[in-house]
Structures are given as C-alpha cells and as structure tokens.
C-alpha cells in the first residue's frame, strides 16, 4: 500500500534551515508527483508546492519562492522539502502528499506530517 | 492569485441532518476544485475531486457539485465521524500550475 513517512519533530532558531524528508514506499516513487502543504497552530492548510521525482521540476506558491528548494532521492525513494531563513512565522506541521493519478493533480495519500517549531 | 472563500465558518448540525458548505471562487476554475475532510491531530484526506467525483473509499453521503465561481459539498445525512474541518482547494493553470486552499469550514456538533 501507498505510504508516506516523513521525518521527526524540528525545533530552529530564527534564520537557521531546516529539510523535512518523505519517505515513500507501495509504489513507484518517480512517478508520482509530491505536494508540500504546511499548517500553522491551529490555522488552516496552506499550499505551499509541487514536485516533480522523475524530473526534479517544480513549482513553487510565490511566497516560498526563494526559501524553499524540493528535491529528491531517488535511490533513496524519498522527496525533500528545505526551508532557509526560518521566523517564528514558519512554525507549522509541514506536509508532503502523493497526487492521486499519473498527472499533476490533487493530494491523495499523505505524510504523517512534521512538526517544525522556531524559537529562541 | 484566486482566492476561496468558504461558508460558513461554522456550522453546527446534529447527527443525520444534511450538511451544505460553501466554497466561492474570486474567479472561474471551471471544475478544478476539490475538498478535503481534516479531523484533530490528522492528516487531510481527500474526499471530492474535479468538484464532483468522490475519491476512493469515500462514502456515497459524500458529494459536490458545481463549476465556475460556486462549488458545494453536501453530506447527506451526517454521522458521528463527519464532523470534523472540510477544506475546498482549487488548481490554476496559467500562467503556470498552483493550487490554494480555502480557509476552511469547521463542522461541529449541535
């Protein structure tokens, strides 16, 4: 069966990075693509990219633009998702979901989620 | 960028009435619109896809319906585990792709 692991809990200090991985397994990796979707405390869901695991191709919402980088191990049958200069504004459950078809498309199956926490 | 806006942001019901959520669109996104189901402490699931096909294994209570600006969700008829926070998301194609979320439409129990 699908699933989607993704990494444990993070706690950053303003300006610092931090890279959420999402191991995938029950299906081919490449050829599905990834969404990344964060969640503040108690907000509500904020679309924040798409990737592509067999080109590396991706899009970003522009807010992200230029502070997040998706890639991926192949190998390793696992998406990644860094963010640089971390605010206290970044503190969220991040998200990565498969879409459901062979095509960009919508999140399907999803990670369990990360918790990443900014503070000084 | 389009911009969803659902209602309301709350909605109190009771166990077996019909549900009826909102989800409006600052322009057309022809069918591209899909909502999702989130309970406490969980990952969303996708319930509606292209405004109107249920995803797998969602219940046949479940559907949505619309196009253009003006989509809905209906629950027919609710049980103990519908109540939870229903998303709608919509996907743009030009000038390239990118999705966003509406703000969401908590369901609670009356």
């Known amino acids: 069966q699908v699933q989607l692991v993704q990494s444990g809990a993070e706690v950053k200090k303003p300006g610092a990075s931090v890279k959420v991985s999402c191991k995938t397994s029950?299906?081919?990796?490449?050829?599905?693509?990834m969404h990344w979707v964060r969640q503040a405390p108690g907000q509500g869901l904020e679309w924040m990219g798409w990737?592509?695991?067999?080109?590396?191709?991706?899009n970003l919402a522009r807010k992200f633009q230029g502070r997040v980088t998706l890639t991926r191990d192949t190998s390793m049958n696992t998406a990644y998702m860094e963010l640089t200069r971390l605010n206290s504004d970044d503190t969220a459950m991040y998200y990565c979901?498969?879409?459901?078809?062979?095509?960009?498309?919508?999140?399907?199956?999803w990670g369990q989620g990360t918790l990443v926490t900014v503070s000084s | 960028e389009i911009v969803l806006t659902q209602s309301p942001d709350t909605l109190s019901l009771s166990p077996g009435e019909r549900a009826t959520l909102s989800c409006r669109a600052s322009?057309?996104?022809?069918?591209?619109l899909a909502w999702y189901q989130q309970k406490f402490g969980q990952a969303p699931r996708l319930l509606i896809y292209?405004?109107?096909n249920r995803a797998t294994d969602i219940p046949a209570r479940f559907s949505g319906s619309g196009s253009g600006t003006d989509f809905t969700l209906t629950i027919s008829s609710l049980e103990p585990e519908d109540f939870a926070i229903y998303y709608c998301?919509?996907?743009?194609?030009?000038?390239?792709?990118?999705?966003?979320f509406g703000q969401g439409t908590k369901l609670e129990i009356k």
């Open positions: 979901a498969r879409v459901r078809t062979l095509h960009l498309d919508y999140a399907a199956y």
């Open positions: 990737f592509n695991p067999n080109t590396g191709g991706a």
């Open positions: 029950g299906y081919t990796f490449t050829g599905y693509y």
């Open positions: 292209d405004a109107s």
């Open positions: 998301q919509q996907r743009t194609n030009w000038p390239s792709t990118i999705y966003t």
């Open positions: 322009q057309s996104v022809g069918t591209y």
